[in-house]
């Protein structure tokens, strides 16, 4: 598979404000590149400038071998974007919209297959003036699909969703992918990125601090431990002598970040203390753990 999209070294100032440093990515065929970062670090800037909706101060953007600026957007037609909020006609229904968006080629068949795909066939005749804030967010996103673009740009695309709609648009994006279509999807959760993404962005006062695989950055995050014992002080004491690092919730060890060999030597130290286990339980990969640590490494309090 080949690179779809290449940012080389982007600048970008709003007035005497540096808002990009030099930023640096590419986006590969069929991945789902995740671009993470803390507000106001840049994320729609670059969705902005890929898109060639702002003027750049140095850098380039390359769709395809086709650069994107300002003034030049061939490149873009095989791009499909949500960026901030839906543009959205009140007065026409979801179904009219979808269908202004569709390219003439195959337009009726691309209407009906994004509807069913987003589950949107309850409402998607009536006015989009009395859609709420959820469906709009759908309709934007079927905006962005409908014509099976080669390469989708989603600023925050899970806003007002409720749970089923996150879930049915991560199917949506993981199956897409599967055949070839590329995504670079913004947000500030790491967690709400962590089953759909590939690949992931950290970006931090507008430099990309981290570009990573998804499962490299979960290895990076760490395993954690929730050991639940009968008596937290006797418990307390032992892990005290032997060294251990943990932290305590309620009537429970927590052993974060746990290196290889750790539950063992914490695990001796309380069943020789003659501390009473009650249950051991894995925690997740800590990744929202990780991002905030990387950010605050990098200078953000
Ligand atoms: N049109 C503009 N004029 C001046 N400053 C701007 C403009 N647009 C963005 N900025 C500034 O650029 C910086 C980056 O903004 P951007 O919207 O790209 O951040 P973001 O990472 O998308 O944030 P969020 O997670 O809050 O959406 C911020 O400091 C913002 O105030």
Do not use: C, W
Not at 10 to 28: I, N, P, S, T
Not at 32 to 40: D, E, K, S, T
């Amino acid at each position: 598979m080949g690179t779809i999209l290449t940012v080389d070294h982007l600048d970008k100032a709003f007035g005497k404000k540096q808002v990009l440093h030099g930023v640096d990515f590419f986006v590969e065929e069929g991945r789902v590149v995740a671009l993470v970062g803390p507000n106001g670090a840049g994320k729609s800037t670059i969705m902005k400038a890929v898109l060639g909706l702002i003027p750049v101060n140095g850098g380039g953007i390359d769709i395809k071998g086709q650069p994107v600026s300002i003034t030049s957007h061939q490149a873009l037609r095989n791009v499909g974007a949500l960026i901030e909020y839906p543009g959205i006609y009140p007065f026409l229904t979801g179904r009219q919209q979808l269908k202004l968006f569709a390219n003439k080629h195959g337009r009726e068949q691309n209407v009906k297959t994004i509807i069913t795909a987003m589950g949107m066939g309850k409402y998607i005749d009536r006015p989009a003036k009395t859609y709420s804030l959820g469906m709009k967010q759908k309709l934007g996103i079927a905006q962005a699909l409908v014509n099976d673009p080669k390469l989708v740009i989603l600023d925050e695309p899970m806003n007002g969703l409720d749970p089923q709609a996150v879930k049915d648009l991560r199917d949506l994006i993981r199956n897409l992918a599967a055949r070839g279509t590329s995504f670079l999807i913004s947000s500030h959760i790491l967690s709400e990125l962590e089953k759909l993404a590939d690949d992931v962005l950290i970006l931090n006062h507008g430099h990309i601090i981290k570009h990573s695989t998804m499962a490299a950055l979960e290895q990076q995050g760490g395993v954690g431990y929730r050991i639940e014992v009968a008596n937290i002080d006797q418990a307390k004491g032992a892990l005290a002598v032997a060294n251990q690092p943990y932290s305590v919730v309620q009537n429970a060890i927590m052993l974060t970040d746990a290196k290889e060999g750790e539950l063992n030597h914490a695990l001796y130290a309380l069943v020789n203390a003659g501390v009473a286990i009650i249950a051991i339980e894995q925690q997740a990969h800590d990744l929202e753990g990780a991002f905030l640590d990387m950010v605050h490494e990098d200078g953000e309090a």
